[in-house]
C-alpha cells in the first residue's frame, strides 16, 4: 500500500463511520471537494461504488461494508503496532482496552483497576460490556486488547492467549427482608417459588439446568435475566429468587438484605479468565494481566 492508498483508506473509513462528506471533511481537515476526488479515485481502483447519497447524506454499499471489517482491522492493527513500539519499555504510559460482561467490570475488575492505577497513574483504562461473542470479535479486530469473561470462551485466532484468573461460587438469593416466609433446605424446595434465573442461552444458566437435571428437576423462571444488575433489582423488590455470584450478593450485602443458599456447593461455580493476543503483546497489558492474576488467587 502507498501513501496515496493508505490516506485513500483513512478517507474511506471515516466516510464510512460518520456518513457525511462534510463531516468528514472538518475531521480530517481537508476540503469537501478533495474528499469527494478521494472517493472516486478509490472507487475507480477498486471498480465498484462504495456509497450511494440520500436525503440524510451518505450510505455505505454492500461493497463498502465488507471492505470496511478488513480495512478497519488493518488500521487497529497499525494503531496496535505504533503504540507497541511506543510503550516497548514503558509500564506507566498508554490505554488498556478491556471487554467484560456489565457484572464482572462493576463487581470484579472495579477494584483491581483502581489499585493497579496507583501503582502505575499513567496508565488509562477504557472498559467495554458486551456479549462474549461481541467482545470476542473486537478483540480478534484489535480495537481492543483484552477480554475477561467465562469459560467456556472460543476463539479461533492462533494469537490468542488464555489465563485462568479466579473462580466464583454461586448461589440462589433472595430478599429474606421481603420473603422471610421463604424455607429452602433441599433443591427440591425452589419448585415451590418464583425463580429469576440467567438467560436460557447462557453458559451459566446451561451448567445451572444441567445441575439441576441430574437430580430430574426442572427449574422454571418467571423471568429471565440478561444481566446481573437487572436481576439484583428484581431479587431486591421481592419478585424472587435470582441465581448468580455469591461474591457478587456478597459485595452488596451490607445492611444483610440478602440470604443465600448454596447446597453446600453443589452448584456450578464459574471460570474467569483473561484472554488477549500475544502478537502485539504490550508491557503494560502484560503486567496488568499477571497483576489481576496475582491478586484473584490472593
Not at 481502483?45 to 454499499?61: A, D, H
Amino acid at each position: 500500500m502507498d501513501n496515496r492508498d493508505f490516506n485513500l483508506y483513512k478517507i474511506f473509513l471515516t466516510l464510512y463511520e460518520l456518513k457525511s462528506i462534510s463531516k468528514t471533511a472538518n475531521k480530517l481537515y481537508v476540503s469537501q471537494p478533495a474528499i469527494s476526488y478521494s472517493l472516486k479515485e478509490l472507487e475507480s481502483q477498486l471498480g465498484y461504488s462504495l456509497f450511494y447519497r440520500n436525503s440524510k447524506g451518505i450510505e455505505p454499499t454492500i461493497e463498502a461494508m465488507e471492505l470496511y471489517s478488513y480495512i478497519s482491522t488493518a488500521f487497529n492493527i497499525i494503531k496496535s503496532g505504533e503504540e507497541h513500539v511506543t510503550n516497548l519499555n514503558s509500564l506507566n504510559i498508554g490505554t488498556i482496552r478491556i471487554g467484560a460482561h456489565s457484572y464482572i467490570a462493576s463487581y470484579y475488575l472495579c477494584d483491581f483497576i483502581c489499585e493497579f492505577r496507583k501503582l502505575y497513574p499513567g496508565v488509562k483504562f477504557e472498559v467495554i460490556c458486551k456479549s462474549t461473542t461481541d467482545l470476542i470479535d473486537l478483540l480478534d479486530t484489535r480495537k481492543i486488547d483484552l477480554v475477561i469473561g467465562q469459560l467456556p470462551i472460543s476463539i479461533n485466532n492462533k494469537a490468542a492467549c488464555k489465563k485462568m484468573l479466579t473462580t466464583f461460587n454461586s448461589c440462589f438469593v433472595y430478599n429474606k427482608k421481603l420473603l422471610h416466609n421463604y424455607k429452602i433446605e433441599t433443591p427440591e424446595d425452589l419448585t415451590k417459588y418464583p425463580l429469576i434465573l440467567p438467560n436460557a442461552k447462557s453458559s451459566f444458566r446451561i451448567k445451572l439446568d444441567e445441575t439441576f437435571e441430574r437430580r430430574n428437576l426442572k427449574l422454571n423462571s418467571i423471568v429471565e435475566a440478561w444481566t446481573v444488575e437487572f436481576m439484583l433489582e428484581m431479587i431486591k423488590k421481592g419478585a424472587g429468587i435470582g441465581f448468580c455470584a455469591k461474591n457478587v450478593v456478597d459485595s452488596i450485602n451490607d445492611d444483610d438484605t440478602f440470604e443465600t443458599v448454596t447446597f453446600d456447593n453443589i452448584l456450578p461455580t464459574m471460570d474467569i479468565c483473561a484472554v488477549y493476543l500475544n502478537d502485539f503483546e504490550r508491557p503494560v497489558l502484560t503486567k496488568f494481566v499477571e497483576f489481576l492474576s496475582e491478586k484473584s488467587n490472593n
